[in-house]
């Protein structure tokens, strides 16, 4: 059996969705097969599509830098070729067009978190709602300055958009919600849109969707983003003015200060969780992307194992020098990372004593100290965009 890659077309869209049909169980989608800012792969055997996948471009903030992601969706294979190796075709076929996309990451909402293992993602974040019951939010401090709110309008799309980017860039794994592929001008289409106007912009936006659910039903909100403990303040307040109209409020957790540090948040709570898996595409290139804390200079070297991305496989050293930091070949190998590892340390989801116990790295805890000091400290890593 000969498995062909190719990039897929709009010609491909009947077989295409026929398999993301059967594989998902949804309904077939209106509108083009592809949309801006993405690009999918077909794996053909004898001409016929059996296989097919995602690619979305994307930008996560690690230590405040926007680094390059390809977000994985969308993997499909047709029943009657499944257990013949074509996700991981596409997944190896994958790995090779998002690097010559430039995107030195890979971001995906896995199912089958053991396929993808096997070529090197990892669990390396969290995407996250939180129920807050009516109650909670009425006991919420309230806000020692009053910011009179407006719904937003087209005019504010820019400043919403920096908004959001001044508190995402200080959250690791956020999206940077580039475009061409979010498209800002959709949040008008959400039922609740507000804003806090400020001297210099906006000081925070609320989005919201009224949804069903018990007597009254409850309030979905996307973005609650504030600049300043004020803004949040105020925004928490606008929800608690739903009580007697609402049963509770699910928010998406875009900010955890939000959650842990301002909300009136009770011993137990309800949170849903999805996790999202990471890969490490071109380690030289993430690492040059990514924003680093700055430490004295010193190296650790490192052996990468990754038979799936060669370009960066084997002698690797991790140089700080003059407050930069770089991957460059060469050295002992004296800490081993297999391709696994590599995610949940870039993201700072897991310390190397973890990944050790995991069997994805090896080596004197010593020598491997200095990745730890590089990624400690920077508080759970998550997405408020699920693709």
């Known amino acids: 059996m000969s498995v062909h890659i190719r990039e897929f077309t709009e ?35 004898d ?6 996948l995602g690619i979305g471009s994307y930008a996560q903030f690690y230590g405040g830098a926007a680094v390059p992601m390809g977000g994985i969706g969308g993997v499909a294979v047709d029943g009657a070729y499944r257990g013949r190796g074509i996700a991981n075709a596409l997944l190896d076929a994958s790995l090779r067009t998002m690097r010559e996309h430039g995107q030195s990451l890979s971001v995906l909402f896995a199912t089958v978190p053991t396929l993808y293992r096997r070529r090197g993602w990892e669990r390396a974040g969290v995407f996250e709602w939180v129920e807050l019951p009516m109650d909670r939010l009425l006991s919420v401090p309230k806000p020692a300055e009053l910011i009179p709110s407006r719904p937003a309008e087209k005019s504010d799309l820019p400043a919403l958009h920096e908004c959001y980017l001044e508190v995402a860039r200080t959250i690791d794994g956020m999206l940077d919600r580039r475009p061409p592929r979010i498209d800002v001008e959709k949040v008008l289409e959400i039922d609740l849109v507000s804003v806090l106007p400020g001297p210099d912009g906006l000081r925070g936006y609320l989005t919201a969707q009224r949804e069903p659910g018990g007597d009254m039903g409850r309030l979905k909100v996307h973005d609650l983003i504030g600049v300043d403990v004020e803004a949040q303040l105020n925004l928490l307040a606008s929800l608690a003015s739903w009580a007697g109209a609402l049963e509770a409020v699910d928010l998406r957790i875009t900010d955890p200060a939000t959650v842990n540090l301002l909300a009136a948040t009770p011993l137990r709570y309800s949170v849903w969780t999805s996790t999202w898996m990471q890969r490490v595409v071109d380690l030289p290139a993430a690492v040059a992307a990514r924003g680093w804390p700055r430490l004295a200079d010193a190296t650790v070297d490192l052996e990468v194992v990754d038979d799936h991305a060669p370009w960066h496989a084997g002698p690797q050293r991790l140089v700080v020098q003059d407050g930069s930091v770089r991957v460059e070949p060469g050295g002992t190998g004296a800490v081993r990372l297999h391709a696994r590892a590599l995610g949940p340390w870039f993201s700072g989801a897991q310390n190397t004593h973890a990944l050790r116990r995991a069997g994805v790295l090896e080596g004197d805890p010593a020598d491997a100290a200095l990745l730890d000091q590089l990624t400690a400290s920077s508080g759970t890593p998550r997405i408020a965009d699920f693709f």
């Open 47 to 52: 001409g016929r599509v059996a296989g097919v």
């Open 11 to 45: 010609d491909d869209r009947d077989a295409v969705f026929r398999l993301r049909k059967v594989a998902f169980n949804g309904t077939k989608p209106s509108g083009p097969l592809l949309r801006p800012g993405s690009l999918g792969l077909a794996a053909e055997i």
